[in-house]
């Protein structure tokens, strides 16, 4: 299933209301309307190793000759915050970086230039969907922590 970030909270509680709550959903940026084309087709792009992960029920994806060495945990934290940040732009809101100690991530949520505060998703979902994202990149990584000013 493939719905937008806006409404991943809602398509979750569809599948559990319709007792499929194992439910695969892949989670792309919002909103979809109004967006150029371009930037649909990267956030598909992007969606492409989550659903082949999806589909066959592994988080490894592409070439698994290659093996993955971590030396340093905190190495590519800016371009996993890049995606996440990615996200929250299309409602026109930023994700900054606190802190990352390789275990725990904490992020700050701009929402200064946001035309509408309630449409970037809510910090709960936010922080997983960070926390997917982030992981991605950051195997070490356990929890993401987000300063929601909404709070």
């Keep these: 299933m493939v719905t937008t970030t806006k409404f991943r909270m809602l398509t979750e509680q569809v599948a559990a209301g319709l007792d499929a709550p194992d439910t695969r959903i892949i989670t792309v940026a919002h909103p979809l309307g109004g967006t150029d084309e371009a930037t649909i087709l990267s956030w598909a792009d992007a969606a492409v190793d989550e659903a082949l992960a999806l589909l066959f029920g592994s988080d490894v994806v592409g070439d698994v000759s290659t093996p993955v060495v971590d030396l340093d945990p905190t190495e590519g934290i800016d371009a996993a915050v890049a995606e996440v940040r990615?996200?929250?732009a299309a409602d026109g809101g930023?994700?900054?970086l606190v802190s990352f100690d390789g275990v725990t991530a904490r992020l700050r949520l701009v929402l200064e230039s946001a035309e509408c505060r309630e449409c970037v998703m809510p910090g709960e979902f936010l922080e997983r969907v960070a926390l997917d994202k982030l992981q991605a990149t950051?195997?070490?990584l356990v929890s993401v922590l987000i300063d929601d000013p909404r709070n």
Excluded: F, K, R
Aim: charged share 20%; hydrophobic share 55%.
């Design 94 to 96: 930023d994700i900054e």
């Design 86 to 88: 990615a996200l929250i």
């Design 138 to 140: 950051l195997p070490s």
